[in-house]
């Protein structure tokens, strides 16, 4: 394996970073590759913010099962530092060791698979509306986006957090304005990408604030009222930490489960016979929901930062450099994976790093499949024929792989 840091020449035209790249051409797997097999560990100087390019499985894995040498809160993405007005605490996601465990324990004990049983019904119940008024609908022609990916992920947090109904389209805007803040389509009209950004998140304070006071008074059983009487180290959060708990649930668990949804749709658009071949055995739904998750890979990275100087695969990597771990790229790591770029509903094994891997594994992962499940579960066996309209109009951002919209034709059987 060669271990060139400096990447030569004919690397110049080539980017794996840039948001506008994303929206134009979506993933660049065949970058990926070559880094892979040429630079696996590679000083990429040309950003805004120089970082290690780390593409290998193997990397990545260890990586994230370092969190003492590798922390999280310095440079959780990569993108140009920015001085803000509003500076709310870290959330879950951006806390490193020994804050990040006792944290992560309040909610993960709520999104064990078992826990999840008893919520299994409600989930169930929001997606099979949300599916139900699609095959309802006599109109052939719809944006799967607007129809079914993005709403049955806001509505399940939404519900989960207990947010009332009435308010399920202000959490939409809310993230679309913090993941999209670099695409035109999603900032607000005038200002500059981080304002947008922090624009949102004012009024999610402001609005999450509002609702964890008047939950102060009348518990029940969502995560506000938890965040509310949760204690850590045997003291109780304080307003603002309440407040992003809130934030990082509601903006890690919308976007991604939102783009593995559309994903996941457009794969079996573009392989007929997967979708054939699932509506003949439903079982094989849940390892292709898997390659799914493999294949699309939402997160298209999360950065972290060297607490001292160290080394990866030959490569000096200095105390406070930042490294990027490009998750979809690990995930077509043919060190890993047969055919990587294959889409294989039945793989087996599958071991993907999509909801990442180590400390900071994706608190919500089970939530994540099972949305995914109920939304196919309802839709694909009603599915006699359906073919894209138009190409998929992709999101301008390097943090979420996002499908803004998926316009498809669709011709359903009759229900039962
Ligand atoms: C397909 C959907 C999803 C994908 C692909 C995904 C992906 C990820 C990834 C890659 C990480 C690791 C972050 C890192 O490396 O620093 C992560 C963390 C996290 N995710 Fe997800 N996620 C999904 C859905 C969800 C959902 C539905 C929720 C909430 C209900 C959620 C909540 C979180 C939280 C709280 C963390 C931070 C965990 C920690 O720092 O300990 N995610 N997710």
Known sequence: ?????????????????QPSYFQEHGYPHDTWRRLRAEAPVARWDRFDLPFWAITKHADITAIGKRPDLFLSAPQLV??????????????LIEMDPPDHGPFRQIVSRRFTPRALRRIHGDIDRIARRIVEDLLNDPTPEVDFVARISAPL???????????????????????????????????????????????????????????????????SDDLISLFNQAEVNGRRLAPMEVLSYCQVILVAGNETTRNATSGGMLNLIQHPDALRRIQADPALLQPAIEEILRFNSPIIHFGRTATQDTEIRGQKIRKGEHLALFYPSANRDEEVFDRPDDFVIDRTPNRHLAFGI??????????????????????????EAVELVSEPRRLRSNLVGGIKELPVRFCFTSGV
């Open 358 to 383: 180590g400390e900071h594994f994706c608190a919500g992962a089970h939530v994540a499949r099972l949305e995914m499940e109920m939304a196919f579960k309802y839709l694909i066996p009603r599915i």
């Open 78 to 91: 990569m993108a140009r530092t920015r001085t803000r007005k509003f500076d709310p605490p870290p959330t």
């Open 153 to 219: 992920p806001i509505a399940v947090i939404a519900w989960l957090l207990g947010v009332p109904e009435s308010d399920w389209k202000l959490l939409f805007d809310w993230t679309n304005r913090i993941i999209g803040a670099n695409d035109p389509d999603y900032r607000d009209p005038g200002t500059s990408s981080s304002q947008s950004a922090e624009n949102a998140l004012r009024e999610i304070y402001q609005y999450f604030g509002e609702l964890a006071e008047a939950k102060q008074k009348n518990p």
């Open 1 to 17: 394996m060669p271990n060139t840091a400096t990447l030569d020449a004919s690397f110049d035209d080539l980017e794996i970073i």
